[in-house]
């Protein structure tokens, strides 16, 4: 079988692939460092028992749903008062409830956002209403 | 293995039934999950409704007090833009022609000239607003007959704005952050751009067993705000013990608001 004009056609070939990968060439060798979101906040060092609304595993992959929930219940159905599974309660809030403890944004939700590549990194039409804690960083 | 037609269907039939029994196992299985509640500590009514006694307000109201749309205004973080064309207001001032239009005649207005009368949401038993809203932006709360905004679910069409024939609506058309004119309510998220807000009888304070801000604000009581359901609450002793007018009751919206003039 002849390939006709083959050169041109192999160099065109190999142009496409370069530029189809350079994404992979860009990052290639650059590590992203894994998301340490911080505890350090006021209110959490105070804890005796460090938890949060829900068991680890359960808040780190289930967050956007508990919100989700929250505003449902509260805004929909005029209910405020969360209980958790181990009986203890919650003002439904994410300003006033996940943001006292959590008060770092820029150092915990904003660290794992950026780094999952959510939008500008801050899930923005979050804070473009709700008001975002003051950091002095 | 043979099976017969006949015993095919037999076997589906039965196994058709089982799955029927599956939403009741769902009922049994949910019952001790976390729950949301009612906030113990809340107002409760049926049918909240305010009463505003203008007299009440001229008479010992000092002259162009501002109380109670301050407190109010200061509370939701309402945006003070400083033009007309782009006003946010959930409650406000207006003349008597235009709150009560079709009532007037050439001797009431001269009486009512420069008498400031105080305007808004009606949260109407037959609300307009929430009939043509397409998203379900705006609704009637069942339990309480509030008239509330969902927020996040508004996509700024409008259609609620002509629907209301209040003018109890504002249109955000631009950030209204940087018009925040009061110390920001940390506790009280603010808009964006491209909503439409409105008064929601403070829902958020009724949750924690406070009246309205602007009920609050007022030192001369001229406003009232209570359970129309229950025949013991200020409102409807106000109600029974006085005339009182509704803004533009010929449009058949009900509203929930009621005034002493």
């Known amino acids: 079988m002849k390939i006709y004009d083959a050169r041109y056609v192999l160099i065109g070939l190999a142009i496409f692939v370069g530029l189809f990968t350079i994404p992979f060439w860009y990052n290639m060798g650059r590590a992203v460092p894994p998301p340490d979101p911080k505890l350090d906040t006021p209110v ?37 008062t969360y209980v958790a599974a181990d009986g203890k ?25 950026i780094y999952a590549g959510l939008e500008a990194g801050t899930v923005p039409y979050c804070w473009t209403c709700h008001i975002a804690p003051k950091e002095n960083q | 293995m043979e099976t017969s037609r006949r015993n095919f269907l037999k076997i589906s039939g039965v196994c058709a039934l089982g799955l029927t029994a599956l939403p009741v196992a769902d009922v049994f299985g949910e019952s001790d999950l976390p729950k949301a509640i009612k906030n113990p500590q809340a107002l409760t009514g049926q049918h909240w409704a305010m009463v505003v006694d203008m007299k009440k307000c001229w008479e010992k109201g000092k002259e162009g007090c501002k109380d109670c749309i301050l407190a109010c205004h200061a509370v939701h973080n309402v945006p003070d833009i400083g033009s007309i064309k782009e006003e946010i207001k959930w409650i406000w001032t207006n003349h008597y022609e235009n709150v009560f239009p079709g009532q007037e005649n050439e001797y009431n207005v001269k009486n009512l000239e420069g008498r400031p009368f105080i305007a808004l949401c009606n949260h109407c038993t037959n609300p307009p607003c929430v009939r043509v809203c397409p998203t379900q932006a705006t609704f009637k709360r069942p339990e309480d007959g509030i008239v509330m905004m969902d927020f996040h679910r508004c996509i700024g069409c409008r259609y609620c ?9 504002s249109f955000n058309w631009r950030d209204p952050r940087p018009f925040i004119k009061t110390e920001l309510n940390m506790r ?74």
């Not at chain 2, 067993?209 to 359901?229: M, Y």
């Open chain 1, 44 to 80: 959490i060092q105070q804890m005796a028992v460090k938890q949060c609304v829900l068991p680890l595993a359960e808040i780190r992959t289930g967050h956007m749903q508990l919100l989700n929930d929250w505003r449902t219940w509260v805004v929909r159905d005029g209910l405020r």
């Open chain 2, 188 to 261: 009280f998220p603010t808009r964006e751009r491209g909503v439409v807000e409105k008064c929601n009888f403070c829902a958020e304070r009724l949750a924690e067993g406070l009246l309205p801000a602007c009920v609050e604000a007022c030192k001369v009581g001229a406003l009232s705000f209570g359970d129309l359901a229950d025949p013991n609450s200020v409102v409807r002793k106000l109600l029974a013990s006085h005339f009182t007018m509704r803004r533009k009751p010929e449009l058949g919206t009900q509203p929930n608001v009621y005034y002493i003039v």
């Open chain 1, 89 to 113: 309660t919650y003002n439904m809030s994410l300003q006033n409830t996940c943001m006292d403890c959590h008060s770092n944004k820029t150092q915990f939700c904003d660290q794992c956002h």
């Open chain 2, 161 to 169: 704005m002509a629907g209301c024939p209040y003018g109890a609506r």
